[in-house]
């Protein structure tokens, strides 16, 4: 059975623009990892009226409403007394909360402030949810054909609560069958219309639908299926699709394009130095950022003037004055200089003009040079990217980091 | 007059775990710093009957809806289709947005994908907005007494329509008085009880409140006021505010630390070089994302290795033996060290232990030493940073910004 869900999001700072609201997607990955999927998203500031009128109407049309925030100590956490005032219960002092409260504070070496009192207040003949990980302790209301589930809205506090007393009922509603698995499918170097023109015509296992993101300058594809055999349906429809554009699928699932490319380094045992002109650092700083890095990475050159390039990169004076620092010649060197003097397996160059300013009519603002330099590989090309400064440091990044992937896959192939 | 605002977000990728809706957080902050404030937020997927249903439930609400996402190429793009059946028009093909849409091809030197077409299927009769950076244009309905405005969900296209397109539309609409004026103040080095507890007791002008926020790691001081003289009672509340915590006050308003940064060094002509080993290039990454960098950035060395802090700072191999990479001496060796190399006016170095892994009981995860070489100055000193690895580089890049900034204020007060 596919279960009608909705999560409500309760606080002034995320309407005000201070924070986003992160706990809808994580919710939302929680729940898509079990095959569940969220219905409708809200977001509403600590007003109790507005509060209440949003919980009576969810739960009119909802089979389970998750609701996160406002369970807090202070004055502006008003959601327990906006679920009294929503369902016409009393709010009372919850015995079993008061105990659960106490307990935390008792095992946490904390003194309890009177104030913290207020959170076991919550409506009449609610179910309370206890709250491993902090002072608020969730509830639960049963109203008509709804389930209500109240939690904090600390990330860390909600996550475990929705792992212990979400997901529980959800299988249990539910009969206990994941009702839809889905696969993401990242591409890099086709656009979403080309994407799905390149996909026309694909006769996909029946039961298995597809959908389309942008997480710029990638373009995520979802293969989606239901039922027992749905994993199976989906590893039927991720060979025809790689048929199609495999060669545009640079990460899948939840792996980013940098750890797809960290995960690949590390396997191969190379080490890896940059060269970064126009990107300014920001590939090494996606792959020191993660965790290991230091297996593989050794360094990197930001090489912004002519006299780093040089300096560092043993790029001559003479390509700098004739072909000029934005230029294949120049990508080259710097990748085969950066490669001699590090000793490095392999090591990427990219040189451009992320603009606004600095472009000209032979070279325009987006004219991106990238080169590659290992053993048994040298490579260099010139693309012309558009968008903002911004676009162009990532569209370029994302191909410095490509052209790791294609090397790796390609060496890692059996050879002829 | 506080106008009465909804966000409706739409996309699947917001539902099923794939990303935050941080769009809404983002209207809602551009809204904010004008005095508007957001009544509501909802997110739902790509439904066609579901979000027309939101959209008539909206409309009926609210004064204002604002709606992003789901206007793009694909078939899952259905926005505009569920605009036209909400409110009981026709979808037809605007010969203004098509004109928009070829133009934008035409000027990017883009080929254009028939499906791009599709792109102009909008509601009879409404008013497109141009979209200057993306194919999608958005267009306006006046629905009753509601205004409805569909913009792209691509973050940055759709912001820069929130300032073109709506904002000057609420000016009008609230008869161009903003009824709430912000100033916000970001905070680096002082916890948010902490700041609050240094604020106690100030004496504001009346009318003007104070509120809190985080954007780790930094915290955000908002003062608010309202009516005509707004302005003015916030320049008073600031001096007041600056007398009590002015040292640690690092950007004003819409500035970032990283753009207070590069506006006082092109300010200063001084040229500036980084060696990062930790914050793996984070730094240089930041800078460089500001137009005109290069006016002042020399190069960046992301030494992840001991032999490249050998090579490009000359850091001797004795210090890296006997002191180690993650200490006082290294750092400053290698500030200095690059500063004698490149001849740059300012070099910063940052060395540190990031974690998860890589911690001693001597030196554990968040031990972070920074150091500064300039004509007139060298500084080192060491930092205990906790939090998790993104969170450390962070702290650590933000110090490093903080280093540099302090210099540069130090250096331009008048000598006594």
Redesign the interface.
């Known amino acids: 059975m596919n279960l009608d869900i909705a999560v409500l999001a309760v606080g002034d700072?995320?309407?005000?623009?201070?924070?986003?609201?992160?706990n809808?997607?994580?919710i939302?990955?929680?729940?898509?990892?079990c095959g569940y999927?969220?219905?409708?998203?809200?977001?509403?500031?600590d007003q109790e009226e507005?509060i209440a009128a949003a919980l009576r109407e969810l739960a009119g049309r909802h089979q389970v409403v998750v609701v996160t925030g406002g369970l807090g100590p202070t004055r502006d956490d008003l959601t327990a007394r906006a679920a009294a005032r929503a369902f016409g219960r009393q709010l009372v002092l919850n015995d079993e909360a008061l105990a659960l409260i106490r307990a935390f504070f008792r095992d946490h070496d904390l003194e309890m402030d009177p104030r913290n009192e207020k959170q076991a207040l919550l409506p009449h003949k609610c179910t309370v949810l206890p709250n491993l990980r902090g002072t608020a302790p969730g509830f639960l209301l049963e109203q008509e054909h709804c389930l209500l589930l109240f939690f904090p809205g600390v990330p860390e506090e909600m996550e475990a609560m929705v792992e212990a007393e979400l997901l529980p009922r959800l299988d249990a509603l539910s009969g206990g069958h994941p009702p839809l698995c889905?696969r993401?499918l990242k591409i890099f170097g086709l656009?979403?219309?080309?994407t799905?023109?390149l996909l026309e015509g694909l006769a996909l296992p029946e039961g298995v639908s597809i959908?389309?993101?942008?997480?710029?300058p990638l373009v995520?594809l979802?293969l989606r299926a239901t039922g027992a055999a749905a994993e199976e349906l989906l590893d039927r429809a991720e060979v025809q699709v790689q048929r199609r554009i495999g060669d545009f699928i640079v990460a899948r699932g939840r792996e980013t394009l940098p750890q797809t490319v960290a995960r690949l380094l590390s396997a191969s045992g190379l080490t890896l130095s940059?060269a970064?002109s126009c990107?300014?650092?920001?590939?090494?700083?996606w792959?020191?950022?993660i965790?290991?890095?230091?297996t593989f990475?050794?360094?990197?050159?930001?090489?912004?003037?002519n006299?780093?390039k040089n300096?560092?990169l043993a790029v001559s004076k003479r390509i700098l004055h004739d072909q000029g620092a934005v230029s294949e010649t120049c990508a080259r060197a710097m990748a085969t200089g950066l490669r001699q003097?590090?000793r490095t397996d392999i090591t990427v160059a990219v040189t451009g003009i992320a603009?606004?300013?600095?472009g000209s009519e032979d070279k325009p603002v987006g004219t991106v040079f990238i080169a590659l330099s290992a053993n048994d590989a040298e490579q260099a090309k010139g693309y012309?990217f558009?968008?903002?400064?911004?676009?162009i440091?990532k569209i370029s990044a994302c191909m410095a980091l490509e052209w790791i992937r294609r090397y790796l896959m390609e060496r890692a192939r059996p050879k002829a």
Chains 1, 2 share one sequence.
């Open positions: 700072e995320l309407l005000n623009g201070e924070i986003p609201d992160t809808t997607a994580a939302a990955r929680l729940l898509n990892a999927r969220i219905r409708e998203g809200r977001t509403l500031p507005a889905e993401i656009s979403e219309p080309k799905e023109s959908g389309f993101g942008v997480d710029f995520h979802k940059l970064e990107t300014g650092g920001l590939v090494a700083a792959l020191t950022d965790p290991g890095a230091s990475f050794d360094r990197g050159a930001v090489t912004y003037s006299q780093a300096d560092w003097s590090t603009g606004p300013d600095g012309r558009s968008g903002s400064r911004e676009q440091r």
